[in-house]
């Protein structure tokens, strides 16, 4: 799944404007059972039950949480701690201190190329202590087109690590739509479908910390989510439906939507991404 930033966009979007008519969710032994009825903006209705194991729709990303930069520096600062434990004191004394939201280091050696050689190692421990903060609560970082790097969720992992969680909904979309169902006509039930989800607001990314950012399991399970957190549920059902269509996040500072490489219709706006045309795909239904 490939990831896009853009500072502007105005667009023609594949489906819009779909309405939730009916939500349901009940328990039932292990399982909790789900019913969505909607229109899409052609007056189609449609009609989704499933069934999610409930194991398998709360033990997921409990490691997700708001970000948090005090907890990661903490983390990192422990790293470098251990890694400066190691050190042998005949050579080499460290001292490594959190100053408000710096780290200093402090090195006593009898040589200059004792100090580089542990300065440069522990600059090497925080980045693996960094990243793996990052990877362990589900962050990655970006560079926004203002050339700020700043901390999101890990849109793409979400998606992909969602597959059992969301397989009941592919199964439930493959029902209700047949065999003999185009590319167009799934893409379209399942946009119209995420579209009709109630929206919760998300703030603008460069500063939210992913606070309002919900996995498939958990927007699916409140039945509201903001467009980040759509268009995430969005590409995991559709790469389950559709896994030969090539698919891309489209990222706003407010906003986010797909971009799906299928044959494009007179009146949709496009975008072409090496050598590839891809139609946008708006999850959120227009306020």
């Not at 899409?40 to 069934?51: E, H, K, M, T, V």
């Not at 400066?84 to 100053?99: F, G, K, M, S, W």
């Not at 580089?116 to 926004?144: G, I, M, S």
């Not at 009941?168 to 946009?191: C, H, K, Q, W, Y």
Request: proline share 5%; glycine share 2%; hydrophobic share 40%.
């Amino acid at each position: 799944m490939k990831r896009m930033f853009l500072t502007m966009l105005c667009t023609i979007c594949l489906t819009c404007h779909a309405e939730q008519l009916n939500y349901e969710r009940t328990t039932a032994g292990n399982q909790v059972l789900f019913n969505y009825i909607w229109q899409d903006s052609q007056n189609q209705r449609y009609d989704l039950r499933f069934a999610i194991k409930k194991s398998t729709l709360f033990t997921p990303f409990r490691e997700f949480l708001p970000f948090d930069q005090t907890l990661m520096d903490r983390h990192i600062l422990m790293a470098l701690r251990q890694k400066a434990a190691t050190a042998n004191p005949r050579d080499v004394r460290i001292e490594v201190q959190q100053l408000g939201s710096e780290l200093n280091m402090k090195f006593r050696a009898a040589s200059q190329a004792t100090i580089d050689q542990w300065h440069q190692a522990l600059n090497q421990q925080a980045d693996v202590a960094r990243a793996d903060y990052l990877h362990k609560h589900y962050y990655v970082t970006f560079e926004t087109p203002l050339q700020q790097n700043l901390v999101k969720p890990d849109h793409v992992r979400f998606a992909l690590e969602s597959a059992e969680i969301i397989q009941p909904v592919i199964n439930a979309f493959r029902t209700m739509l047949g065999e003999n169902a185009s590319p167009r006509d799934i893409v379209t039930a399942v946009a119209s479908w995420v579209q009709s989800i109630p929206y919760d607001t998300l703030e603008d990314r460069t500063t939210s910390s992913g606070s309002g950012f919900s996995p498939p399991n958990t927007l699916i399970y409140e039945n509201q989510g903001d467009c980040d957190s759509k268009a995430v549920l969005t590409a995991a059902i559709l790469h389950g439906l559709l896994p030969y269509v090539d698919m891309m996040y489209v990222f706003l500072p407010e906003h986010a939507l797909l971009a799906i490489s299928i044959p494009w219709q007179e009146g949709e706006q496009i975008i072409t991404h090496q050598a590839l045309e891809y139609v946008y795909l708006e999850v959120v239904t227009p306020r």
